[in-house]
């Protein structure tokens, strides 16, 4: 979609659900994974802008001891008690990913959860992992690694800042007011209009994983489903100014190198190739954030243009950019 309107596209192939063979269709609603950070992060710079909290706080000033207690001992020293809200959601806290990283001799969580579906976990199961299984990488903002675990801390915090379930904080600030009616945080809440399909399965590899996503473990680091156009209703509203402030949303672009072409802010990445190599390969850059599922949400600010989808496969991080996004913009402008 053209951020002025004057151009909007949505397109769909392949089967939704194996099980009764339906197809896709551009309202079948998609597991949008890591990019429920955005939507997280948006939440505490609201929050941020309601004075309820400023990001240099420790995250121990909301959180009980005895979930955080030595969440990050680091060559001796528990950093635990001093870790702000800034390094969560900047990825720079060096607590460990309870999700990918695994324990000496053991195995990372998806890999525990493919081989046991029905699994069931908890947001608390996972904070505790990091804590009690794991070891962090660096100490706070020295260095950036990214860490589900973060999220699901600043999932909390929002909790006991509110006083209110997670699901019901995004329906009151994102959701509702934008009628995202096909869109919500899964094993907590539904979509408010029925559309008729299941959500659209999800693999890695040739193995369907729909239940592993729904597992318990998936929340305010990416437990939300949505479509694509409802993704790109909600990063229009974040970047005209009518979640947040502008001023707010710049704070969020805080910039620090993750992983080449990669660079992470507040809940927010920054895709930008060499400018050689992205104009051969018809990628600008490009903000918003990907999912683990192939999901993506981004803006151009060079095209004025709002890209979404998922390719449903958790197989390789990079296929959406090169399989789709390049080509969605290439044809947009072949077509002007």
Request: glycine fraction near 6%.
């Amino acid at each position: 979609m053209k951020g002025d309107g004057s151009f909007a596209w949505s397109g769909t192939a392949g089967v939704a659900r194996q099980e009764n063979q339906s197809p896709m269709t551009k309202d079948t609603s998609i597991y949008i994974a890591s990019i429920t950070k955005l939507y997280t992060a948006t939440i505490i710079m609201h929050l941020y802008e309601e004075n309820k909290l400023s990001l240099d706080d420790p995250m121990s000033k909301y959180l009980p001891k005895k979930l955080t207690n030595f969440i990050h001992v680091y060559k001796g020293k528990d950093y635990s008690n001093i870790i702000t809200i800034e390094q969560l959601l900047s990825h720079t806290s060096g607590i460990a990913d309870y999700y990918s990283e695994k324990p000496e001799g053991g195995k990372n969580l998806f890999e525990i959860f493919l081989e046991n579906p029905e699994l069931k976990w908890s947001v608390i199961d996972t904070i505790e992992r990091a804590r009690d299984d794991l070891n962090p990488n660096f100490s706070p903002g020295e260095d950036v690694s990214y860490s589900d675990t973060n999220f699901q801390l600043l999932g909390l915090i929002i909790e006991s800042i509110t006083h209110k379930p997670l699901h019901i904080v995004y329906e009151d600030v994102i959701f509702r007011p934008l009628r995202l009616n096909h869109t919500w945080l899964v094993g907590h809440s539904e979509s408010r209009h029925d559309i008729n399909t299941a959500t659209a399965d999800v693999f890695y590899k040739e193995k369907e994983i729909n239940m592993i996503r729904s597992n318990g473990a998936y929340w305010a680091d990416g437990g939300i489903v949505s479509t694509a156009d409802e993704m790109i209703v909600f990063l229009k509203a974040l970047n005209e100014g009518r979640i947040i402030k502008k001023s707010t949303l710049d704070l969020m672009h805080k910039w620090h190198k993750l992983h080449f072409p990669l660079e992470y802010g507040y809940g927010t990445m920054y895709f930008n190739l060499p400018h050689f190599i992205g104009k051969w390969m018809y990628l600008p850059p490009l903000w918003g954030h990907s999912g683990s599922t192939g999901s993506f949400l981004y803006y151009s600010e060079d095209l004025d243009l709002y890209l979404a989808g998922t390719i449903n496969q958790a197989e390789s991080e990079s296929k959406p950019f090169f399989a789709l996004i390049s080509k969605a913009i290439k044809a947009t402008k072949s077509n002007k």
